[in-house]
């Protein structure tokens, strides 16, 4: 039932916000603060809850569920349920929430309750994407966060704003249909098999398909995935969405909307489809590695700050699917982690570039440079994470790239070897944002910028504190996930042939010999 | 005692934060202070911890401090461990006594700088990576030192950051090492998926069981390995940023550019020396790059004006001399001549900085000249440390320490003439150039007066490296002068030793007398060309071949063209060119075509009757036609 108010707590404070608007604009922020708010303190209670149940639970990961019949005769339920990693999920969820709705405390004027809205709204969806496991009610709040971000991007964006939202548009819905397809011939099949006709995530987990028709199945969920996530050649909606949105619009879509994508792949396609992701590991390998590294050339060549910081997304996002791909503990775990902590790093790097761009109104690297002296704080936050998206240890991305680059090294060592180059890649990127931005001559014609906020710094304050935290102490985080991915290997293992369900470590089977080794300090690991 | 070792790594960190969170606000004393005080006790209790370690040692010889599990996945369980045994207790020896060196004399060189308290946080930080580097009990954790290392190099050789030379150094460094790095982390993890851990000790007791001699994963593992050492050490093929990180303060040359941090990678090749005895071509290889870059540095040095770029490249052949002994199989004595190379070298920067300084930021050796009798307690102590790199015989530290690296390449278990000939002749070039660098500094005719004068404040460390760099070499001695071997039976608790072939005392008095004399005649060869009458070099610079070749040695063997040409222009191209993405133009046409359609079915709804009869006719009789033929 907490789960159920997780949204609605979204929702009705979005409609809140909107009429309070009416009369105040301050309220109406206030209401969207104290609504994400509570749901942060919330999951919290949740997580906490739950944290000495994490390790008992790895043979049922579900934490929470709850059910409710709402359309038998086509069955369709309102079934919710919560384990580990969509427990991390939403926790990312609601602190960018209320990082999101602090962000915009001065940014956005015009319309400001609609805009709220919206962003609850976003939020709402999102929720229910993590939380769903009826595919009907998950395709439902897969547009449910598709729309009010069409209307953030569109409304409040900068310059080319109608473009890039007609853009997004179009890529998120053409390719969700192609879901939305699969999703009801997967409903189908299931139903003729079975004579069970139903959206239940749970019991289409049994489905058993003929070879062609999985492998027409799980392209059509996993494109929908890998165009949120995105996966070059697909990403092309990414760069113009994210540069035109508005700071707390591109903070969602980076932090929050494309962990959609990478949840999407790990909850459905691998589970329900195990067989055409093994025959599909190498491409989808290979489309992870150009991922990493066309991503990290484009973000290189760009003048423009918050472009740049877009495509670092495509180059992150491509670990996602590399480690999706190799399909085994050490990657999955590593996605996971992969997936927080893009969200509160580049999270970051956005509502920087917002501010930046807030108090110089230009986003043009070429105008920029030299504002280490006038504004340390802002460089220091700055610097923090151009180094957390190069992946330096001690920050928490470095885990999830370090855990992802493993485990996909033993799936595929070439594939990864040219995926690792990705770190020099991501180095030559971030370095650059320093170099024009905060080192160098300062431009010629600047007035005075001022720094940080103490809003501000309390937004930062906590990202910088989270991705310490993540990188020299991740056992809270990977000890909440580990049971779900250990669930997700196992249901993929189990549909597989026998030998695989005695290595429920590994879905490989010629490389699981290597484990052997690791025997003696296995206490806590796969078995 | 042992259990406090925490608390070596965690006062420079602690030092880092308090400076990182309110250095600025702090007046400039304070951060100093601060900055000073916490690497001074973390030396001090390294002093206790080494004392306690030697008097008692723990079993094993090695001392394993667990803080707490980094993370667990899989198999793949890193701690955050600390692992002390000779080998780090050296390396933090050296670390925390040269980092407070370094620190008290930063107090005055850095005054009034802006950024002072930023300067000293980068400092702190760097110590404290460091110290993580070579105390990590497993490669993760290494790695993170190893990365942390790097970070605080690029900060601080980026230091001045108004200027964009600096900043480019600074990248290049960071680029460059990474490329390293990026093959270590490699290695990684093919050491992971076939040996199952990454727990230092562990890796060192399962890979001889699992992996025959010379067999490809150990070859493999330990090329990957060698990656990331050549990186961090500044050796071929990647040796081409430490010059340019010259642009960093002097005393960040000094320690990180010198002392610790370039030195990693002989740390990490001495400490998973079995993997490398797996691999023997490798082994080889080793050696070889260490000769070849001792060689090519040495000779650059000869041609280099900028005090500060001599040093640089003496420093990338000194970690040849390194690499070379590490190649051949003699360990302690790579680790020895780190130790000398350390103290000397960091005196000879500091020294440097004193000149710059009281010449006012001059760095250009030919526009010096002359300072011996306006700072005379530099001018001792850097002859002192000049006599040490140019391997003086007998009475200097540098001489034992490069002694040993050429007797085990001649005699050792892996002797090879090759690389004897090549570090004898780059003895000849580093007294050549050591001799040459202190006569156009210190002698001749003053050319500019003085402007700052140093305290005592910069002058301590000065004499303080200068007495360790002279009787450091004396914990070990040859057979032929006392034979003491303090330094190698220490080290030999952890690192395998080496059989010297028969021989005996008469070929090692040889080798002596060849080095000695080699030094001694690289000195006389300098003083002749560079002081008695340097028209003579002129006129062979001035020649048509000799300023071809001196411009080539000047710019480091046209490397940085090289790779310039090879990787840098072509990513650069590619990247500008295709900067608004090319596979958008496929998105854009798809655009372009729905519109064209759009625009041609709209033109047809122009609501003229004519047109629609048109239509209505055209199409009758095109399915008309459709229906006859078909």
């Not at chain 1, 809850?49 to 049922?60: D, E, F, K, P, V």
């Not at chain 1, 976003?122 to 069409?150: H, N, Q, R």
């Not at chain 1, 239940?200 to 995935?225: C, H, N, R, S």
């Amino acid at each position: 039932m907490i789960l159920l108010w997780l949204i609605a707590i979204l929702m009705i404070g979005g409609i809140a916000a909107w009429a309070a608007a009416k009369w105040n604009v301050m309220l109406a922020r206030w209401i969207a603060l104290i609504a994400t708010l509570i749901n942060f303190v919330l999951v919290i209670m949740l997580w906490v809850q739950h944290s000495g149940g994490l390790t008992l639970g790895a043979n049922a990961p579900w934490l929470l569920d709850f059910r409710w019949n709402w359309i038998p005769s086509f069955g369709i339920s309102f079934h919710m349920a919560l384990d580990g990693m969509s427990l991390l999920l939403i926790l990312l969820t609601s602190f960018i929430g209320v990082l999101s709705v602090l962000t915009s405390w001065t940014e956005i004027e015009y319309r400001a309750g609609f805009f709220h809205f919206n962003l609850l709204w976003i939020l709402a969806g999102i929720t229910g994407v993590f939380l769903s496991l009826d595919l009907f009610m998950f395709y439902f709040f897969w547009e449910v966060m598709l729309i009010p971000m069409y209307f953030l991007i569109g409304i409040w964006g900068h310059e080319n704003r109608i473009y890039a939202s007609f853009k997004f548009f179009i890529f998120t819905q053409a390719s969700s249909l192609f879901m939305f397809v699969a999703i009801l011939a997967l409903y189908f099949i299931h139903g003729k098999n079975t004579g069970v006709y139903t959206f239940d995530y749970l019991q289409l987990l049994g489905t058993v398909f003929t070879p062609k028709a999985e492998m027409w199945l799980m392209f059509g969920f996993l494109i929908a995935f890998v165009v949120k996530l995105p996966i070059v050649p697909l990403h092309n909606w990414l760069p113009d969405a994210h540069t035109e949105a508005p700071t707390a619009g591109s903070v969602v879509l980076a932090a929050l909307l494309l962990k959609t994508g990478a949840y999407g792949i790990l909850r459905f396609v691998i589970p329900l489809f195990p067989h055409a992701v093994r025959d599909f590991q190498i491409p989808g390998m290979i489309l992870g590695a150009i991922g990493i590294i066309y991503g990290a050339i484009l973000a290189f060549a760009q003048t423009d700050f918050k472009r740049l910081v877009a495509y670092t997304s495509v180059n992150h996002m491509g670990f996602v699917m590399l480690g999706a791909f190799a399909l085994n503990e050490l990657a999955l775990q590593g996605v996971v982690m992969q997936m927080l902590c893009h969200g509160i790093s580049t999270g970051a790097l956005f509502i920087l570039v917002g501010a930046l761009y807030e108090r110089i109104h230009t986003r043009d690297l070429n105008k920029m440079g030299g504002f280490w002296d006038e504004i340390p704080r802002m460089g220091a936050v700055g610097l923090v994470f151009a180094l957390a998206s190069l992946g330096l240890p001690g920050l928490g991305n470095f885990i999830a790239e370090f855990l992802t680059l493993t485990g996909a090294f033993m799936a595929n060592n070439w594939i990864t070897a040219i995926a690792t180059l990705g770190l020099v890649a991501s180095t030559i990127y971030s370095l650059r944002i320093m170099a024009r931005v905060f080192y160098g001559r300062k431009p010629k014609v600047e007035k005075h910028i001022p720094d940080f906020n103490v809003r501000e710094m309390i937004i930062m304050g906590a990202l910088i504190l989270s991705i310490i935290w993540l990188g020299i102490f991740p056992h809270p985080v990977l000890d909440t996930s580990r049971p779900a991915i250990n669930n997700i290997i196992r249901t993929a293992a189990a549909k597989g042939s026998v030998s695989q369900l005695e290595k429920p470590g590994t879905l490989l089977p010629d490389k699981a010999g290597q484990v052997q080794f690791a025997g003696k300090n296995e206490k806590g690991g796969a078995r | 005692m042992l259990e406090l070792l925490w608390i070596v790594p965690a006062l420079p960190f602690l030092g880092f934060l308090i400076l990182a969170l309110i250095g600025s606000r702090m007046p400039g004393k304070t951060a100093a202070a601060i900055g000073v005080a916490s690497i001074g006790l973390s030396a001090l209790l390294t002093v206790f911890i080494g004392i306690n370690f030697i008097s008692s040692p723990p079993a094993g010889r090695v001392y394993i401090q667990t803080l707490w599990e980094w993370f667990n996945v899989a198999g793949l369980n890193p701690g955050i461990a600390l692992r002390l045994d000779a080998v780090s207790l050296t390396f933090i020896f050296v670390i925390t006594f040269v980092g407070f060196l370094i620190h008290l004399y930063s107090v005055e060189y850095m005054e009034g700088e802006e950024g002072y308290s930023r300067f000293f946080a980068y400092m702190n930080l760097f110590v404290g990576s460091m110290l993580m580097l070579v105390l990590g009990d497993n490669l993760v954790l290494l790695y993170l030192g190893w990365e942390g290392v790097g970070l605080c190099s690029y900060l601080l050789i980026g230091f001045w950051y108004k200027d964009p030379a600096n900043g480019y150094a600074a990248r290049k460094a960071f680029i460059v090492t990474r490329v390293g790095d990026t093959a270590m982390a490699i290695g990684l993890f093919i050491l992971f998926t076939e040996l199952g851990s990454l727990n230092i000790g562990r890796l060192l007791e399962v890979a001889p069981l699992n992996w025959p001699v010379g067999s490809s994963m150990p070859v493999l593992a330990a090329a990957l390995l060698l990656g990331g050492a050549v990186g961090k050490s500044a050796q071929l093929p990647l040796q081409t940023w430490l010059p340019d990180a010259m642009a960093g303060p002097t005393p960040v040359s000094a320690l990180i550019h010198a002392a610790t941090m370039v030195t990693a990678g002989v740390y990490l090749i001495a400490r998973m020396h079995v993997i490398f005895t797996l691999a023997p071509v490798v082994l080889t290889i080793v050696g070889v790059i260490g000769a070849l870059t001792l060689l090519l540095a040495g000779f650059s040095a000869l041609t280099q004006h900028d005090i500060k770029r001599v040093l640089a490249y003496s420093t990338i052949s000194q970690i040849g001399y390194m690499f070379l002994a590490l190649g051949v199989g003699a360990w302690s004595a790579a680790v020895f001549h780190f130790m000398i190379h350390a103290f000397f070298k960091a005196l000879l920067f500091l020294g440097a900085g004193v000149v710059i300084l009281a010449l006012h930021h001059e760095q250009n050796m030919f526009k010096m000249g002359g300072v011996r009798k306006m700072i005379p307690v530099t001018f001792w102590t850097f002859l002192i440390g000049s006599a040490s790199l140019a391997a003086l015989p007998l009475v200097t530290g540098g001489f034992y320490s490069k002694d040993l690296i050429l007797f085990y390449a001649f005699d050792g278990e892996r002797a090879n003439r090759w690389l004897y000939a090549a570090g004898l002749l780059g003895a000849l070039i580093t007294a050549l150039y050591t001799t040459r660098m202190v006569l156009l500094t210190f002698f001749g005719e003053a050319k500019t007066h003085l402007h700052h004068k140093p305290t005592w404040i910069m002058e301590m460390p000065l004499v303080v490296l200068a007495v360790l760099s002279t009787f450091g070499g004396f914990v070990e001695l040859p057979h032929t002068l006392g034979h003491l071997t303090l330094f190698s039976d220490f080290m030999q608790t952890i690192l395998p030793g080496n059989q010297v072939a028969e021989g005996g005392i008469s070929t090692e008095l040889i080798l002596q007398l060849t080095a000695a004399v080699t030094a001694i005649l690289g000195i006389f060869i300098a003083y002749m060309l560079y002081y008695k009458n340097p028209e003579r070099v002129t006129a062979l610079r001035r020649s048509a071949f000799g300023s071809r070749l001196h411009a080539f040695w000047k710019k480091g063997w046209g490397f940085d063209w090289l790779y310039d040409t090879l990787f840098v222009n072509p990513i650069v191209w590619i990247a500008e060119v295709n900067k608004s993405d090319f596979i958008d133009l496929i998105y854009t046409f798809i655009a372009w075509v729905n519109r064209m359609f759009n625009r041609a079915f709209s033109f047809t709804q122009s609501g003229r009757l004519r047109w629609y009869a048109m239509g209505i006719a055209l199409g009758a009789i095109i399915t008309l036609t459709i229906a006859v033929f078909l």
